[in-house]
């Protein structure tokens, strides 16, 4: 009869066990995060431990594309996204009317002038052909190093979108090729000075070449930091709050982004 008891007792705890375990998995926040492949997805799949342990059941969906992300979050297939900077953002509200809003920030991805053929800005010559990005966003980010740089000077000051119309000032007569974002780095070796993301040299393998710009944007640059991303009316959501700061207080995270970036502190901020 004892015997009976205790597997009855034995059955009723483990049965208890697995229904407070079922339970606890289901009093976990699930949190679905949008991004994109590199330093932005990487750091997402390093907080997911520590996310855990703070009772954040965190799936990361990756898009190899700029467009699909803010779409999935404004369609509430994701919660947040984190591949963008406030700048891009602002574009695509104005463009397609998502009410979308900054819930935090995450990363700020330098940029840099880089030339495989000078050692330093004073060496450029006069007509200097230059590469730039053809987008307005970063266009103008481009514009404004160059102008930080000391080589022209922008009639918007350091307002963010300008275009090489605003180029007021062009003592060296600087010559500007507009090139689609992802093809500058191919652009290098046919032109004297290509702005462009470190973030790209470190992608093709070439890390130590990612820490050889002539000039590097920095932590004044904020307006380009790139943050999490949520649905308008879910930007105070506690549950999207409490990620963040478990994200910007992450050890792995900051290793993670470090590693990214070849370990060099000129190619990026921690903006928060």
């Given at each position: 009869m004892t015997n009976k008891i205790n597997r009855r007792v034995v059955a009723a705890i483990a049965a208890a066990a697995m229904l407070g375990g079922w339970q606890l998995a289901q009093a976990a926040d699930k949190i679905r995060v949008a991004s994109t492949p590199g330093a932005t997805a990487?750091?997402?799949k390093a907080v997911i431990a520590d996310a855990k342990s703070q009772g954040l059941d965190v799936e990361l969906v990756e898009f190899t594309d700029?467009?699909?992300p803010n779409e999935?979050?404004?369609n509430g297939d994701v919660d947040l996204n984190f591949f963008q900077h406030q700048?891009?953002?602002n574009n695509v509200i104005k463009e397609r009317g998502y009410q979308l809003k900054f819930v935090g920030l995450g990363l700020l991805q330098n940029i840099g002038i880089y030339s495989e053929r000078y050692q330093s800005l004073a060496d450029v010559p006069p007509k200097a052909k230059v590469a730039i990005a053809n987008d307005p966003v970063n266009q103008g980010r481009g514009l404004a190093l160059l102008q930080?740089?000391?080589l022209i000077r922008l009639r918007t000051g350091d307002a963010p979108g300008a275009t090489v119309a605003d180029v007021t000032d062009n003592p060296k007569q600087l010559r500007f090729y507009e090139v689609e974002g992802p093809q500058l780095i191919r652009s290098l070796p046919d032109v004297d000075l290509a702005v462009l993301w470190p973030s790209y040299f470190v992608s093709a393998g070439k890390k130590e070449q990612a820490s050889k710009a002539l000039a590097y944007s920095g932590i004044a640059d904020r307006f380009y930091a790139m943050g999490f991303v949520s649905q308008a009316s879910r930007a105070d959501d506690p549950k999207l709050r409490k990620f963040v700061q478990v994200f910007q207080n992450s050890a792995a995270v900051k290793?993670?982004?470090s590693q990214q970036f070849n370990n060099d502190p000129?190619?990026?901020t921690l903006p928060w």
């Open positions: 990487d750091a997402i700029w467009t699909v999935a979050v404004n700048a891009f953002l930080k740089a000391g290793q993670a982004i000129k190619l990026y």
